[in-house]
């Protein structure tokens, strides 16, 4: 035997083991804090094949094997649906544009008072879409007068932006045969040649229309951004001019058009310990989740702060400002 060096016994080994799991739990593998309640969770995501319903679905395998819980993603009509869901408590967590979940706080548009909603963070910009069959004959949005085109479900949030966008290109929404059809109706319906075209808001690229474009060529029109800034002015100055990239969806022309943040949303009576565990399994599943989910790479802790006017959680508070001590 070496001299000087001492063979570990089996009781020092034990007494090193368990020092190594009481630091697991202390960093966040496996432990959560006490203000959950009992039963399953549910996230409020949207239609099936939209980035809202990825997300919330590796959000909530995240959150499920992390802190050994029983959470779920359901699928909803969109943002407006979500924020109804979320402070009503039919789901602790929802999915939500920036410019819904202001009219939201405010009390406004398709909400007749304020809900008590906060916001957990800022997670990426979603993107309006436009989308026609390539052979189309419809090049821009006064083409859309007379025809039949879904302006998105209802109490989404693509119909709170395809109506405000509509409004500001002079094109009479009452003059558009609009189904309010969810995304993956849409896409079927564009495909059958039932309807026209349709309006979508979402991360790029979305899933379905990705898939959509593979079998039926596609176009996207172009968005005006005198038109966004008069939504802007109009409205909760939510929206930035924007640009669909060359080869998204096969386009070979960058086409402009409008962004709006999507805020991962919550009930203000949330407690602020769940919120920070939320906060903890999103940002360390991010690398995870953006393997299926590519949006979730934007996720950013110097970005997620800023959702104005809708208010950070107390607990999303205390969470970011934990990350700079």
Do not use: K
């Not at 309640?37 to 959000?59: C, N």
């Not at 309010?180 to 309807?195: C, E, K, T």
């Not at 959509?212 to 172009?222: E, Q």
């Not at 939510?238 to 999507?262: C, F, K, M, W």
Request: proline share 5%; with cysteine.
């Amino acid at each position: 035997m070496t001299r000087g060096i001492r063979r570990p016994t089996a009781r020092r080994v034990l007494a090193a083991t368990l020092v190594l799991v009481a630091v697991a739990f202390a960093t966040g593998c496996g432990a959560r804090s006490g203000e959950w309640e009992a039963g399953p969770v549910a996230i409020a995501g949207g239609g099936a094949d939209g980035v809202y319903f990825a997300y919330g679905t590796r959000l909530a395998e995240e959150l499920s094997t992390r802190y050994d819980l029983e959470v779920d993603a359901e699928q909803t009509a969109g943002s407006v649906d979500n924020l109804l869901r979320v402070t009503s408590g039919e789901a602790l967590l929802g999915f939500a544009q920036g410019d819904a979940a202001a009219d939201a706080v405010a009390g406004v548009g398709a909400f007749a008072e304020p809900l008590p909603v906060q916001a957990v963070a800022r997670l990426y910009d979603e993107y309006l879409h436009v989308v026609v069959r390539e052979d189309s004959d419809i090049d821009e949005l006064a083409d859309l007068a007379g025809r039949a085109v879904s302006l998105g479900a209802e109490n989404s949030g693509v119909n709170v932006i395809a109506s405000r966008v509509l409004d500001a290109a002079d094109v009479d929404v009452a003059s558009i045969d609009d189904p309010q059809l969810a995304l993956a109706d849409s896409i079927q319906a564009l495909q059958d040649s039932r309807i026209d075209g349709f309006f979508w808001v979402g991360g790029i690229p979305t899933p379905g229309i990705a898939d959509l474009a593979r079998s039926t060529p596609v176009r996207l029109l172009p968005i005006e951004q005198g038109w966004v800034a008069d939504v802007n002015e109009r409205y909760s100055h939510a929206y930035r001019q924007a640009d669909l990239p060359v080869g998204l969806y096969g386009i070979e022309e960058s086409e402009p058009t409008l962004a709006v943040p999507n805020y991962l949303v919550t009930a203000a009576d949330t407690p602020d310990g769940v919120v920070r565990d939320v906060l903890v399994g999103l940002f360390d599943a991010r690398t995870s989740i953006a393997h299926d989910v590519p949006v979730a790479s934007f996720l950013d802790r110097t970005q997620a702060i800023f959702t104005g006017p809708v208010p950070l959680h107390p607990g999303a508070v205390e969470y970011f400002r934990g990350q700079r001590d």
